[in-house]
């Protein structure tokens, strides 16, 4: 009982440093200066001209025919990019097979988590008990048992597949770092440990009463049995520490496409004041060609 | 994956002493036919002993840094080391590099290590998969270098000793940053901006950087008005030169205009065009007087050479450029900068430099295809496609069409100038480099010229046969249409080295060219090699 509840309170801990250094990550990447502009087509926001990589340039005059761009174009290609990984796919079968596996399967989770709190939402506050005969309850009962198990089975075949391709090819293993592994494996653990705690809360009940637990914090944690402990476990360290590693690379994927491949913002006078702050820092750099120590502005001019 | 040859690790770029990789022809990417019978191919050289002395060989045996920079001593090599590590904490500071630290960070921080972009390199292939050339390669060794030593994160298995300097300064050259990796890439990262960043640190912090590119390149322009060496007076010779040549071939006597103040217009083409591809600047003449357009050539002082090699090595110098040509314009009161055929010019002053300029020095600035396009197709010149009568292929410059999105003027306007265009495959954005990007075409010290055409420009040579597959006969003569004067450079040292011209009547040139030839009062081809030889 006594860990049930330091687990209960451990999970708003790691939930908060979660949230907290998510915000930290992307507010570290968006307050970034300005950089020049090296964008590369196709730039899928280029009305009518996406299809085949055109842009604005190809037109005479084009700062005087105002520039159309298309969020719906962006969102179309972020999310072909995000639910299928084409460029993976159009490219290499065999890895997409295994990455959209684990990938998936990650989503999946997600979506359990969803459903699970819904769930929760549904027993706790709503008063409808599940399972129960409400046909909203009989839903939520059997998508999230299918959901989850084929979610966390996917992600272990597909996880388990990158690990081992890592591992078997000399030329992968050259790259790939302790962090790296570091990272595959402890989610690889999560994924494992809630597969056996799964055995032990085969309709997810057990998960769904910690989750009410936590969303009403007056609510007891149910009793745990230790294989659900160290999963939780588990799970609370990961989400405490994916905002310090590359886990975060959904965040850099948004800026990396977003800010910098996609963005071929013209200056038409609106980046004029973040220009000239930035023409103000000043260099070091130490070739005797570069006045060091002079503003960019003075480098440039002289 | 290379899996049956010796693989070179990333901790072998440390290795005492050594050339890493040596490079046989049979190993390369095999090449079509008619390429593809031995012998047909001239033999790869050695490089010379002396050479190791100053210049590093202990990479690929290949040479691009022509500037004696090794260490002669102990001394020396423990100077060089810490300023690399100084210029590398510089390259990951906002004031030293906020020109490109976010992308750079990027790059250096989400790489998933994936091996997805590897496939898409034409340098990586050619080579028949050698593993220093994999695009992931120099990036990861930037990467554990800087999180081992400026971001101390845990974890970063690299060595720094001089080896790891000297060769990664020179595999900052065997990139063309033509950025087709990136394309790729599921994470977005940035190979090729790596390779363009540790040229930089080289560049800014050491001062080590190809001569045709720094000393004889963007000092030499700023200096004495263009990397050619071209001065003002030897500019407008240029110009009356380019009247006569003219007159001689269209019987047209055309004043070409310079310094015209107030004109609409100022174009600028890459100096290099007068030097060795005139007809293409003259054809622009021809053109724009037919079409009655308003513009100017400059003969101040970098106004007449449009390059800025600063974007493939220097942000200093690109700044520098960008501004030197946007003063020459506004001296002149035109109404907008158009940049000729030229691939890596227009992308520096149009899309690059553009976060450079700001206030009064932002003025229109674009390519002159879409112009040319407009012109073709307005019907103002009276055309005969018939009189370009033979195939005619296009090779898409990376800076033009990858990198700055201009890809159907130039199709636009082939499709109604030649009737026997046929595009190369893959083609548009998805092109492959001709092998000349960032700077390699104009860098022939020592070796380099051949392992630009043999390993660069592989791929682009297969694509060429390719195309022409069904036409290779000698006696039909073909165009390999290339509007940047870069790859013009590379196409001409590549059909040079394959005697592609000679056996097979394979010819390249620019587009203004073409559409000249295809002007019906034109009495002789403005082509050369179509003009029968007595
Ligand atoms: S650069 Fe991109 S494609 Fe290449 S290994 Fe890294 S993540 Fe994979
Ligand atoms: S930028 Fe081009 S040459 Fe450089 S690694 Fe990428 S694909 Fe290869």
Redesign the interface.
């Known amino acids: 009982m006594i860990y049930a509840l330091v687990f209960k309170y451990t999970s708003y801990i790691s939930f908060i440093i979660f949230v907290i250094g998510i915000a930290y990550k992307w507010w570290k990447w968006s307050s970034m200066p300005l950089h020049l502009r090296w964008e590369l087509y196709p730039v899928p926001h280029e009305v009518l001209k996406a299809e085949y990589g055109g842009s604005y340039l190809e037109e005479v005059n084009w700062w005087l025919k105002g520039r159309l761009v298309s969020v719906f174009g962006e969102l179309k290609e972020m999310f072909k990019e995000m639910l299928f990984i084409v460029r993976i796919y159009r490219s290499n079968k065999r890895l997409w097979l295994l990455s959209y596996s684990f990938h998936l399967g990650i989503y999946l989770i997600l979506i359990w988590f969803i459903l699970i709190f819904l769930g929760a939402i549904t027993t706790t506050y709503i008063g409808i008990p599940i399972p129960s005969m409400n046909p909203w309850a009989i839903f939520v009962y059997y998508v999230t048992i299918i959901i989850g198990i084929v979610g966390d089975v996917l992600a272990i075949v597909g996880g388990l597949g990158l690990l081992v391709r890592r591992l078997v090819s000399p030329v992968l293993r050259d790259y790939t770092t302790i962090p790296d592994y570091f990272n595959l494996i402890l989610v690889l653990l999560a994924l494992m440990s809630g597969l056996l705690a799964w055995f032990f809360d085969p309709s997810f009940n057990l998960a769904r009463e910690f989750m009410s637990s936590l969303i009403n914090p007056l609510l007891p944690p149910p009793y745990l049995n230790v294989i659900t402990i160290v999963h939780l476990a588990i799970v609370q360290i990961i989400i405490a520490y994916i905002p310090f590693s590359k886990i975060t690379h959904f965040i850099g994927k948004y800026f990396t496409y977003h800010k910098v491949l996609w963005d071929d913002e013209p200056n038409m006078g609106q980046l004029d004041g973040k220009i000239q702050e930035l023409l103000k820092l000043k260099l070091f750099w130490s070739d005797p060609h570069i006045k060091s120590g002079d503003t960019w502005i003075n480098n440039a001019s002289g | 994956?290379?899996?049956k040859h010796t693989?070179i690790?990333?901790k072998d770029i440390s290795k005492l002493g050594g050339q890493l990789v040596k490079l046989s022809l049979t190993d390369l990417m095999p090449l079509p036919p008619p390429y593809d019978k031995p012998g047909m191919e001239p033999p790869m050289t050695e490089p010379k002993p002396e050479w190791s002395k100053s210049y590093v060989t202990e990479l690929d045996g290949y040479i691009a840094i022509d500037i004696p920079w090794k260490p002669k001593n102990k001394d020396e090599e423990g100077k060089l080391i810490e300023?690399f590590l100084?210029?590398l904490r510089?390259l990951t500071s906002?004031?030293?590099n906020?020109?490109?630290?976010?992308?750079l960070?990027?790059?250096l921080?989400?790489c998933?290590?994936?091996?997805?972009c590897a496939?898409?390199c034409p340098i990586y292939i050619a080579s028949g998969r050698k593993?220093i050339y994999?695009p992931?390669y120099r990036s990861?060794i930037l990467r554990?270098l800087y999180n081992k030593y400026i971001a101390k994160?845990?974890?970063?298995?690299i060595e720094l000793n001089i080896y790891t300097i000297l060769r990664l300064g020179e595999l900052a050259y065997r990139c063309t940053l033509c950025?087709r990796c990136?394309?790729?890439?599921?994470?977005?990262?940035?190979n090729g901006?790596i390779a363009h960043e540790i040229r930089k640190l080289f560049?800014?912090?050491?001062?080590i950087a190809p001569k045709p590119l720094?000393e004889r390149g963007t000092?030499l322009q700023l200096k004495a008005g263009s990397s050619t060496g071209m001065n003002p007076k030897a500019f407008l010779n240029m110009v009356k030169y380019m009247e006569d040549l003219i007159y001689e071939k269209t019987g047209k006597r055309i004043k070409i205009p310079v310094d015209e103040k107030g004109a609409d217009i100022l174009l600028i083409h890459n100096a290099g065009e007068y030097l060795s591809w005139p007809e293409n600047p003259a054809a622009y003449a021809i053109i724009f007087e037919e079409a009655g357009i308003s513009w100017t050539l400059s003969s101040e002082l970098v106004g007449y050479d449009a390059v800025n090699y600063g974007v493939w090595y220097d942000?200093?110098?690109l700044?520098?450029i960008?501004?030197r040509h946007v003063e020459v314009a506004r001296k002149l009161d035109v109404k907008?900068i158009v940049i000729g055929e030229c691939g890596h010019a227009t992308k520096a002053l149009?899309?690059?430099?553009?976060?450079?300029?700001?206030?009064e020095y932002?003025i229109?600035r674009?390519?002159v295809?879409?112009?040319l396009r407009?012109i073709v197709l307005s019907n103002k010149l009276n055309l005969d496609p018939s009189k370009n009568n033979f195939p005619v292929t296009l090779h898409d410059p990376c800076n033009i069409?990858?990198?700055?999105?201009?890809?159907?003027?130039q199709r636009e306007i082939l499709r109604r100038i030649a009737p026997l265009f046929r595009e190369m495959e893959p083609h548009?954005?998805?092109n492959y480099c001709c092998g000349g990007g960032s700077g390699f075409a104009i860098m022939t010290s020592m070796n380099f010229t051949e392992w630009r055409v043999k390993v660069a420009s592989r791929m682009k040579f297969k694509q060429i046969l390719e195309a022409f597959r069904d036409v290779i006969d000698p006696k039909i003569p073909k165009y390999v249409c290339a509007p940047c004067s870069n790859c013009k450079g590379e196409l001409r040292d590549l059909l040079m080295h394959y005697n592609a011209t000679k056996f097979y009547n394979i010819h390249y040139g620019g587009l203004a060219e073409l559409v000249v030839n295809a002007m019906v009062d034109l009495k002789e081809p403005y082509l050369d090699f179509l003009i029968k030889k007595e």
Not at chain 2, 153 to 157: E, F, L, T, V
Not at chain 2, 401 to 409: C, D, E, N, W
Request: glycine share 8%; aromatic share 4%.
């Open positions: 994956m290379g899996d693989i690790r990333i300023k100084e210029g510089k906002k004031s030293d906020w020109t490109f630290l976010q992308p960070l990027l790059a921080e989400y998933a290590k994936c091996q997805n496939e898409a593993e994999r992931t990861e554990r994160k845990p974890g970063a298995d950025r990136v394309q790729v890439c599921p994470l977005g990262i940035d901006l560049a800014q912090e050491l001062g720094h000092m942000d200093v110098q700044a520098r960008a501004l907008k149009i899309v690059v430099a553009d976060r450079i300029l700001q206030g932002r229109p674009e390519s295809l879409p112009l407009d069409v990858r990198l700055a999105g201009i890809v159907q003027p548009g954005v998805y």
